[in-house]
């Protein structure tokens, strides 16, 4: 049964990086065929699709975000990472890793599942 | 950007009801449509994907119809465990895009 955990900083100063990251358990993510994604959730207010990245190699981005995203695996660690840059308190959010799933329109995952528990991330002074 | 309309924004219903979920996409998206239930402080889970198909675990009071630009995801007899936050999902094209949510309470 795969699992993922997210970690990272709680709190980021604005116009800092926020980073986040996301352990993957009960599957390797190199396996093929998934879209290792971060999705959003602000407070009080819906779901944010952010970024994933396919096959561990191709890295797809939500426009929304400009240039301030970008994301990392660690292979070793069996572990993906989002790092955004110039935050605001508009990136205040929980912040969920997902694992989409391929096979549908290229490019585009298929739906997504699991998720993680979630982090919230604050970003004040 | 695909915008995902769902109706309503909340609903209220007695045990046994039967609900139904409406979303709107603002272009065709063939049947690449999907549900997300969200309990309070939980992670989102996977209802319904690719329009129609429950997922495992899923009781089969859940169902999903549609195709195109328009979609429905009915709860045939509500139950209290189905009181949730309840979210459509289009993943025809980038940036994947997320109905702003229904809130079914009880």
């Known amino acids: 049964q795969v699992q993922l955990q997210e970690s990272g900083s709680s709190l980021v100063t604005p116009s800092r990086t926020l980073s986040v990251s996301c352990t993957v358990s009960g599957d390797s993510i190199n396996n093929g065929g998934f879209y290792w994604t971060w999705i959003r959730q602000r407070p009080g207010e819906g779901l944010e699709w952010l970024a994933y990245?396919?096959?561990?190699?191709?890295?797809y981005y939500n426009p929304s975000l400009g240039r301030r995203a970008a994301m990392t695996v660690d292979s070793s660690k069996n572990q993906f990472t989002l790092n955004l840059n110039s935050v605001t308190a508009a990136d205040t959010a929980v912040y969920f890793c997902?694992?989409?799933?391929?096979?549908?329109?290229?490019?585009?995952?298929?739906?997504?599942?699991?998720w993680g528990q979630g982090i919230r991330v604050t970003v004040s002074s | 950007d695909i915008q995902m309309t769902q109706s309503p924004s909340s609903l209220s219903a007695s045990v046994g009801d039967r609900i139904t979920i409406t979303c709107q996409a603002s272009q065709d998206i063939g049947n690449f449509l999907n549900w997300y239930q969200q309990k309070p402080g939980k992670a989102p889970k996977i209802v319904i994907s690719?329009?129609?198909t429950l997922h495992g675990g899923v009781p089969s009071r859940f169902s999903g119809r549609g195709s195109g630009t328009d979609f429905t995801l009915t709860i045939s007899s509500l139950q209290p465990e189905d009181i949730a936050t309840y979210y459509c999902q289009q993943s025809h094209n980038r940036p994947l895009t997320f109905g702003a949510g229904t809130n079914v309470e009880i």
């Open positions: 690719d329009t129609s």
């Open positions: 990245i396919y096959n561990s190699e191709k890295a």
């Open positions: 997902v694992r989409g799933m391929g096979s549908g329109r290229p490019g585009s995952a298929r739906w997504f599942d699991p």
